[in-house]
Structure formats: C-alpha cells, structure tokens
C-alpha cells in the first residue's frame, strides 16, 4: 500500500497567525482527504481533494497530483483550530483509505 | 439522521476476555470501516467491507474478527484480549458512488486492557 508522509509532527501557533501543512504520497492517489480530529477525539471531513484547489472559509487545500503531494492552508488561525489534522489516501482499486502520522496543531490565545 | 453511531464508548477488559465493538450507520453507506488509533498515533485499518457479506483484511486484523451480515451494521470481534489491543477503535463508513462526499467516522470507542 501507499505510504503517507506529513509534516510537521507538531506546530504552534498564536491565535491569528496562518500556516500551512504538508502531506506527500509514496504513490499517485485517486481518493486523498483531509480530517481534523478535535481535543475530543471527533474527526471530522474537511476536504475530498485527489487533485486540484479547494476551498471553505479559513481553511484550504490543493494537491498537486502529479508531484504527490497536498497542502492543507489554515488563514487567520483560531484556538478552535487546535487539534490533529491527518491526511489520508487511496490509490489504484482500493477503497480504504491510509492514514499520515498528522500534524498536531496547538493554537494559543 | 445519527450518522455513524458507536457502542460503547468506554470498555475495560481483562487479560483473555471477548467483546464486540457495535457499529451502525443510517446513511445507506455500502463500504464500512475499522480503524485503530494508538495513542499519538495515525489510524491503522483493521478490516473493512465493501457491502454485505464481503469484507476483507487491513493492515492490522491479528486477534480481530468482523461480520456484515447487513448495509447498517459491521461489528468488531475481539477475541483473546491483550494489552497490545488498547486503543481507540473508530468505525467509518463512505458511499462509493458519492466519494467526493468522504469518510464520516462515529465517535470512537476507548479500550483499555488490562
């Protein structure tokens, strides 16, 4: 199966600030997400993007398919933000998804 | 409309003891999913199903055992607890024909043995 790099481990930010995290992939993905997993331990959906640029509100993502690899944006960060961002991907037949280590943000007030 | 729903959300087991981690979803989803998550850990696949009837191996399914008898419910089956096997253990189904839609997870079951 593919393997899933993210980076980095961990990141603090002050409240307001923007960041930018990173996934790279061993192999071409056909199905690649973006979750957050807040301090309760919900993970949540934040972006189906195998390729391209999306968007919604602060947050956004764009993979560039063809260099595997995808970035997830986080504008004007909020302590809300805080948690555990994984990555997670698919390729070729498989439906199942492979999971990054993630990214542990911490957004201080 | 409860999405994925996982039961129980706590569970302390002994050394040798069985339980099944319930999973139901109300969405009509045909694939469905177990993950673990170890503690600052990505999650790692144990079984999933493509509908019912069918399911298949992950990437961790030693000591583990799943069913899909029906769409809504994919139970997990752990035989012969040991303490490598506490973890939070999430549930997730998808619909294929709707897969920009992506993965909804349950809220997961913390399980500690000891």
């Known amino acids: 199966g593919i393997q899933v790099e993210q980076s980095p481990p961990d990141l603090i930010l002050q409240e307001g600030a923007n960041s930018t995290l990173r996934c790279n992939f061993s192999d071409s993905v056909n199905n690649l997400q973006w979750f957050h997993q807040n301090p309760w331990g919900q993970l949540i959906n934040l972006f189906y993007?195998?390729?391209g640029t999306k968007q919604n509100g602060r947050l956004s993502a764009t993979t560039v398919a063809t260099e595997r690899y995808s970035l997830l944006y986080i504008s004007s960060s909020q302590t809300t933000d805080s948690g555990v961002y994984f990555c997670a991907g698919a390729s070729g037949s498989a439906r199942q998804l492979t999971f990054g280590s993630g990214t542990q943000l911490t957004v201080l007030p | 409309n409860a999405g994925v729903t996982q039961t129980p959300k706590f569970r302390i087991l002994k050394i040798g003891q069985s339980m099944t981690l319930q999973c139901t979803q109300d969405m009509n989803h045909n694939y469905m999913y177990w993950y673990r998550q170890d503690p600052g850990m990505g999650l790692k696949l144990i079984y999933y199903?493509?509908?019912?009837?069918?399911?298949d191996k992950g990437e961790v399914p030693n000591g583990y055992n799943v069913s899909r008898s029906t769409t809504e419910d994919f139970p997990l089956r752990l035989e012969l607890a040991a303490p490598s096997q506490t973890s939070v253990y999430f549930c997730a189904s998808s619909d294929p024909t709707r897969i920009s839609y992506g993965y909804t997870f349950g809220s997961g079951t913390r399980l500690t043995v000891v």
């Open positions: 993007i195998p390729s």
């Open positions: 199903s493509v509908g019912a009837g069918i399911t």
